[in-house]
């Protein structure tokens, strides 16, 4: 029989939306519980450590504009560094080989850059009548959300090879192909991010920053203070609501408190039998709003040889296994 439980708030995902919400209700007195499928904390942030060494497996930086992360990491004590910036970027492109360049963007091919680059500043420019806090109130967010990223990239970006661009540089801040993304959403990210520019870039851009130690290990921080309110290895099966209280029946746990917070991605918050129903819509949203999905390879070296050749590490291709 699973352990019973009584709370005045009980938080579905020890992400860091789960733990985030945890903690500022604790701040203010209330009792709360996180009840967590997995055997860590962090979600989507995953640092595994051996041998001495640490590497994120899930994300991993962040930049000027994150400030509640960055700020959360300097309030736990986890510092941060920057990413390397110095040397020459390596770019393979189909049809010109090998390149070096350095700066913002490839210089290699300016026709096509500059192409690259007008479609992005059209792009932010379109994301600034998204309001953040209701993107469905855009003027035009009907006709957005009926069409993808990839309609928009082939109305608005004549040269096969700046599409490809585009195309990477959407892959690599998504993680999803251009066509599975709805216009509106993306417009809605990059308005929340501050721009595609800023996105795809490292110096004062999304990736100017990592965590000392990993990522996870700010939310296993926020974890350890927040103690037995945090339970693992515990995957939420069902949450009924009766008589103004809420139970959350989990493997091994079972949680009954007056306000229920499901923290995890629509695609995980769907598979929870709930009781009464999901209104319709939401159940709709739960079931097509799947993850994107990324593979990270590490490969440790004794040294980082490629300095001594000038060069900082960082490449971008559009053809191959690795983009």
Not at 34 to 60: C, F, M, N, P, S
Not at 85 to 104: E, F, I, N, S, V
Not at 126 to 132: A, D, K, M, N, Y
């Amino acid at each position: 029989m699973p352990s019973s439980d009584t709370t005045q708030v009980a938080i579905v995902g020890a992400g860091f939306a789960g733990l985030t919400a945890a903690r500022e209700l604790t701040k203010r007195g209330i009792d709360v519980r996180v009840i967590e499928a997995r055997d860590r904390v962090g979600g989507r942030t995953w640092t595994i450590r051996k041998d001495g060494y640490w590497l994120d497996a899930g994300g991993q930086w962040t930049g000027p504009g994150q400030d509640h992360i960055r700020a959360l990491g300097e309030e736990m004590g986890v510092k941060s560094f920057p990413t390397w910036p110095d040397g020459k970027h390596l770019q393979y492109t189909d049809g010109m080989g090998l390149r070096r360049w350095t700066g913002a963007a490839p210089t290699t091919d300016m026709e096509t850059m500059s192409k690259v680059v007008q479609a992005i500043m059209a792009f932010d420019q379109l994301s600034e009548e998204v309001p953040v806090e209701a993107p469905w109130d855009a003027p035009h967010a009907r006709e957005w959300d009926a069409m993808t990223v990839q309609g928009w990239i082939d109305q608005n970006i004549d040269s096969p090879r700046a599409r490809e661009q585009m195309t990477t540089a959407i892959e690599a801040v998504f993680a999803a192909e251009p066509h599975d993304i709805s216009l509106l959403h993306a417009l809605f990210y990059a308005k929340s991010g501050l721009g595609l520019f800023y996105l795809v870039s490292t110096e004062g851009g999304a990736q100017a920053d990592r965590f000392d130690g990993g990522m996870q290990s700010v939310a296993e921080k926020v974890a350890n203070a927040l103690g037995d309110r945090v339970i693992l290895s515990s995957p939420v099966r069902r949450i009924s609501q009766e008589n103004g209280a809420v139970t959350v029946e989990a493997d091994g746990a079972s949680v009954k408190a007056k306000i229920c917070v499901v923290t995890t991605p629509p695609s995980l918050a769907g598979r929870i039998d709930y009781s009464p129903a999901m209104p319709p819509l939401r159940d709709h949203l739960t079931s097509r709003a799947p993850m994107g999905s990324v593979i990270k390879v590490h490969a440790i070296y004794d040294s980082p040889w490629w300095r001594d050749d000038g060069l900082s590490g960082r490449v971008i291709s559009d053809k191959g296994p690795i983009k």
